[in-house]
Structure formats: structure tokens, C-alpha cells
């Protein structure tokens, strides 16, 4: 109940959570504290959400925590070398 009361009054004040899983990291709104190696998901997608960040406004109250991809095979060299 107390908590719902707290969600309540922080959507009424404009507060909402930063978008985590599943977006492009963004050090602007992300914490990036471990990074994975992925072949499924293209370098920089956020793969979990350790903590919940928030923002009102348009400006950062506190950044979330994620773990972020990369790919093993780094960058894609280019033919025209």
C-alpha cells in the first residue's frame, strides 16, 4: 500500500524511469558497470538493469545501473583498405 502511495506521488511530480533493457546504451542516462559478449544483440544494447534510473523533465535524477553487449569479433574491417 505505502508503496503504491510512492509511485503514485512520484508520477504525479513527473518523475519516470529511464528506458533500460533492450535500448542503445547511452552514458547520458546509463551507468554501464559490466559489459557481455553477444552475438545476438549489437555492440552497446543494454542487456539487464541492476538499478532503476529516473528522470523529470527531461533531466537526470540518477542514472541505471545496466550491463551492456559487445561482440567478440570487434570491428568489421573494411574492403577498401
Known amino acids: 500500500s505505502l508503496y503504491k502511495q510512492m509511485v503514485e506521488l ?31 544483440h549489437p555492440d552497446g544494447t543494454v542487456l539487464q538493469e ?5 528522470a523529470i523533465g527531461g533531466k537526470l535524477l540518477r542514472p541505471a545501473m545496466v550491463k551492456v553487449s559487445y561482440t567478440e569479433d570487434g570491428p568489421i574491417a573494411s574492403s577498401e583498405e
Open 50 to 54: 541492476f538499478r532503476k534510473g529516473f
Open 10 to 40: 512520484m508520477r504525479s511530480l513527473g518523475v519516470e524511469p529511464v528506458p533500460t533493457t533492450g535500448t542503445p546504451f547511452d552514458p547520458a542516462i546509463h551507468d554501464g558497470i559490466m559489459r557481455e559478449p553477444s552475438n545476438e
